[in-house]
């Protein structure tokens, strides 16, 4: 007989399942790709049965089945899957099948469901890394026919610059806070704090970027070179690549020897497939990453500093705390994208080690401030 703690286990197996299988028709929906867009759904009938049969465990031990509603996280993914395209939420799919999978091992009444959530966790992985060097579908397909636009990567850069931007400047304003300042320098203070921060981050970002094409570049011109020099042995190089991801020795000749029958088609297929480099997009524009750096950093930033700009004083303290507290727990929650935790367990946890800091610099300020003072 199923205990009370048994039923509540179900349950939240079954919302998991549930959200996941919303989640992937949302996928299918979204996905250009009619191979792929029949994978999702493939992905999501099987999490409806696992749905199915936590459903009936709940009705055989005399449970009550919740009504499901998609989760915060469900509805953002799917936002984020039609807003940016489904490459976007790959990564973090492939983490909350990963997730699932352990958590079904310590189940001894679902360590059937465990294998198919791990099959689904290296499916999406393998999607995801094909997308990233320009390939989706069947095995053509994936050769010759997608491009990376966005992913995982960037939505947690997104959140980490907005986290660094918001926690660095907090901190920043709450010790000269506490050195008892003016209001306005204080404000002068968390403004040039936000801009050395944003400047700071947007500099290193275009370095890492810029270098990243130049060496691209420098890869692709020699590639190109090998390709004039001996195509023979570039051909034997993609037989070898083909036969490894499981393409017998016919199949993969023939593809390398067709797809190398033309010097741009050779080319853009050499750096997809033996450089691991998009041709369209060599890392990205580096600008583009400077100027998105800056920004998500300045967002965070900003919000300790606002209250400054219309009052000061005790007053301007507190404010500066609340928009801070509020930003940490929205960082928090956003974290729960990639981590499958709780939102408010994330949202708690970001808001004490955000006050735990920046208490710290408050007092070290108040010390310096007294000792300069005295």
């Given at each position: 007989?199923a205990?009370?703690?048994d039923?509540?286990?179900?349950?939240?197996?079954?919302m998991?399942e549930?959200?996941?299988?919303?989640?992937?028709r949302?996928?299918?929906?979204?996905?250009?790709?009619e191979?792929l867009a029949?994978?999702?759904r493939?992905?999501?009938?099987?999490?409806q049965?696992?749905?199915?049969?936590w459903a009936?465990?709940?009705?055989d031990?005399?449970?009550?089945v919740?009504?499901?509603?998609?989760s915060?996280r469900t509805?953002?993914?799917?936002?984020l899957?039609?807003?940016?395209g489904?490459?976007t939420v790959?990564p973090t799919l492939?983490g909350?099948?990963r997730?699932?999978t352990?958590?079904?091992?310590e189940?001894?009444?679902?360590?059937d469901?465990?294998?198919?959530e791990?099959?689904?966790a290296?499916?999406l992985?393998?999607?995801d890394?094909?997308?990233?060097?320009?390939?989706?579908?069947?095995a053509?397909?994936?050769?010759e026919?997608?491009?990376?636009t966005a992913?995982?990567?960037?939505?947690?850069?997104?959140?980490?610059?907005?986290?660094?931007g918001?926690?660095s400047?907090?901190?920043?304003v709450?010790?000269?806070?506490?050195?008892?300042m003016?209001?306005?320098?204080i404000?002068l203070?968390?403004?040039?704090?936000l801009?050395?921060?944003?400047?700071?981050?947007a500099l290193?970002?275009?370095?890492?970027?810029?270098?990243s094409r130049e060496l691209?570049?420098?890869?692709?011109a020699r590639?190109?070179?090998e390709?004039?020099f001996?195509?023979q042995?570039?051909v034997e190089?993609?037989?070898?690549?083909?036969?490894?991801?499981?393409l017998g020795?016919?199949?993969?000749?023939?593809l390398?020897?067709?797809?190398?029958s033309?010097?741009?088609?050779?080319?853009e297929?050499?750096a997809r497939?033996?450089?691991?480099?998009d041709?369209?997009?060599l890392?990205?524009?580096?600008?583009?990453?400077?100027?998105?750096s800056?920004?998500?950093?300045?967002?965070?930033?900003?919000?300790p500093v606002?209250?400054y700009?219309?009052t000061s004083?005790?007053g301007a303290?507190?404010?500066?705390?609340?928009?801070?507290t509020?930003?940490?727990f929205?960082?928090g929650?956003a974290?729960t994208?990639f981590?499958g935790r709780s939102?408010?367990?994330s949202g708690?946890?970001q808001?004490?080690f955000?006050?735990?800091?920046a208490?710290v610099t408050?007092s070290?300020g108040?010390?310096?401030g007294?000792t300069?003072a005295?």
């Amino acid at each position: 007989m199923a205990s009370k703690k048994d039923i509540k286990r179900y349950r939240a197996n079954l919302m998991d399942e549930l959200n996941s299988a919303a989640l992937y028709r949302a996928l299918a929906a979204n996905e250009k790709s009619e191979e792929l867009a029949e994978v999702y759904r493939r992905l999501a009938d099987t999490e409806q049965e696992h749905a199915d049969t936590w459903a009936k465990r709940i009705e055989d031990a005399g449970g009550k089945v919740p009504s499901f509603h998609p989760s915060w996280r469900t509805r953002t993914l799917a936002m984020l899957a039609r807003r940016f395209g489904v490459d976007t939420v790959l990564p973090t799919l492939a983490g909350i099948e990963r997730s699932a999978t352990s958590g079904y091992e310590e189940q001894p009444d679902a360590a059937d469901m465990a294998p198919v959530e791990r099959s689904h966790a290296r499916l999406l992985t393998q999607i995801d890394e094909s997308v990233r060097v320009g390939r989706g579908g069947a095995a053509v397909a994936r050769i010759e026919g997608r491009h990376r636009t966005a992913g995982g990567n960037a939505l947690r850069a997104a959140v980490l610059g907005a986290s660094d931007g918001l926690v660095s400047n907090f901190n920043l304003v709450m010790g000269v806070a506490g050195a008892a300042m003016s209001a306005k320098s204080i404000l002068l203070t968390g403004m040039a704090g936000l801009l050395a921060g944003a400047i700071s981050m947007a500099l290193g970002e275009w370095i890492s970027v810029q270098s990243s094409r130049e060496l691209y570049e420098e890869q692709m011109a020699r590639e190109r070179e090998e390709i004039d020099f001996d195509p023979q042995e570039e051909v034997e190089e993609l037989v070898l690549i083909y036969r490894a991801r499981g393409l017998g020795e016919p199949e993969a000749r023939e593809l390398a020897t067709r797809l190398m029958s033309d010097p741009d088609t050779a080319l853009e297929t050499l750096a997809r497939d033996e450089l691991g480099i998009d041709p369209d997009e060599l890392g990205g524009s580096a600008w583009e990453a400077a100027i998105t750096s800056f920004l998500l950093f300045a967002v965070g930033a900003i919000l300790p500093v606002l209250p400054y700009f219309f009052t000061s004083g005790f007053g301007a303290i507190v404010a500066s705390a609340g928009l801070s507290t509020a930003g940490l727990f929205f960082i928090g929650a956003a974290i729960t994208l990639f981590t499958g935790r709780s939102v408010l367990y994330s949202g708690a946890r970001q808001i004490l080690f955000g006050l735990a800091a920046a208490g710290v610099t408050f007092s070290i300020g108040k010390l310096i401030g007294v000792t300069i003072a005295g």
